[in-house]
């Protein structure tokens, strides 16, 4: 059930809310890594125990994604988040209070949940905020604030660090999360859940939680060349994913309705949304080591590096969601992962000592490239569903998302390991393995990148098999 037609100025007030915290969600999970050797030298831990307060929040928020995404379509999106930003907030304080890492990392369980919450729900309000032929300008506004958020959290994160200690990185959230929920009761449309709480999917929940928990945690142990544990955590993903396939095909209510993905335009909107977010992953994984490593530059020079590609997608994303709008998004969607395709490959070209230019304007290409193809087939993955599937959709893209960039890192992983390259980041001498690993991960990019455009064209043709799921 929609709720009736908001005018301009209650439209402006609801995206607004949801921005301000979306900022805050964003923003937390870039400045983290630009704190953690702070954090770990006043907490007194070991530099890869830190780590935990980063795997602490991204497994939190990749094991509950479409859990709370279901939970919204049963029991009222607005509900939901304004939950998701009263427990970020809680959590941010919880952060900003710890003294100890086991706390700490607690508290960013607490806080990854939160911000699974307005992860998951943000897509379904956005649909219910938009009508539908401006869809497109809901998803293009939020792409650019994400984007732009992406591209200044380093920024942001040093300065805060440089007049304040860390722990502001995380008391800064609360004055605003509580303002900021405050304002959600007034301007977010309440729509009334489909369901009741009893009728949650609770094993479909814990099977894709398991799934996606193993998952993270395989990215770690290869990334840390634990051969016996990624294997382990291999076999519990798939193992997981089969159970919950055959469980939800009996659930009577399921967490996840498998046959949406008879909808070939939401089925092949998301594979492409994986493969994109997959390419970016491993270039943006693999950059920074090969800026610090092979080129000598500082972290927070390679941070100023890679700003080029998220202020692109910036740029370009609310043209292109005003453009989803008006023309089909298999055009855009496929041009953009064409060209972000063409700017990994030309990366991958990079000379052995490139210029600042040499690197600014390919990562562009592939920031343009991303931009165009996000916010239109985003819109995309939530218009081609009925209404009663909004929060399915919803929870697909924000998984497809997540997952996405979970494995391109794990791939990079992959490269490395391949390549021999351990600790990289301590030992001088991997700087060549560092420079060999660059174009072979980049061209892995180019490809995941170049197959997504090619499944994206097969929307183009004629789609002869919609009927609407029941």
Known sequence: MRPPDLTTPQRRWAMST????????????????????????????????????????????????????????????ARVYRIGAIIFTVGSLFCALSHVLSLL????????????????????LIRSIYPANRLGRGTGAMATMVAGTAAAGPTIGGAILAIASWQWLFIINVPIGIVDTLLMTKTLPHIPGTGRLRDFDIGGALLAGIALTAFTLGVEAVAHASDRFAALYLVTTLASIALFIRYEARAPKPLLPLQVFRRQAFSLSTITSLCSYTGQGLALVLLPFFFQTSLGRTPFEAGLLLTPWPISVAVVARLAGRLADRFPVAILGTAGLTLMAFGAAMLALLPDRPTIPDIIWREMLCGLGFGFFQAPNNREIMSSLPDQFTSVAAGMLATARVFGQSLGAALVAVVFATLGVAAVTH??????????????????????????AMVSALRLRPQVDESSPR
């Open 18 to 77: 949801m921005m301000i915290v979306a900022f805050m969600a964003v923003l937390d999970g870039t400045i983290a890594n630009i704190a953690l050797p702070t954090i770990a030298r006043e907490l007194a831990i070991m530099p890869a125990a830190s780590i935990w307060i980063i795997n602490a929040f991204q497994i939190a928020v990749t094991a509950t994604l479409v859990a709370f995404a279901s939970l919204g379509g049963l029991v009222g999106y």
């Open 427 to 452: 030992d001088p001498t991997h700087t060549d393995a560092i420079r060999n690993a660059m174009p072979l991960a980049l061209w892995m990019a180019t490809a995941v990148a170049a197959v997504g």
């Open 105 to 124: 990392v607690v508290a960013r369980i607490v806080q990854g949940l939160g911000a699974s919450m307005l992860m998951s729900i943000q897509p379904a």
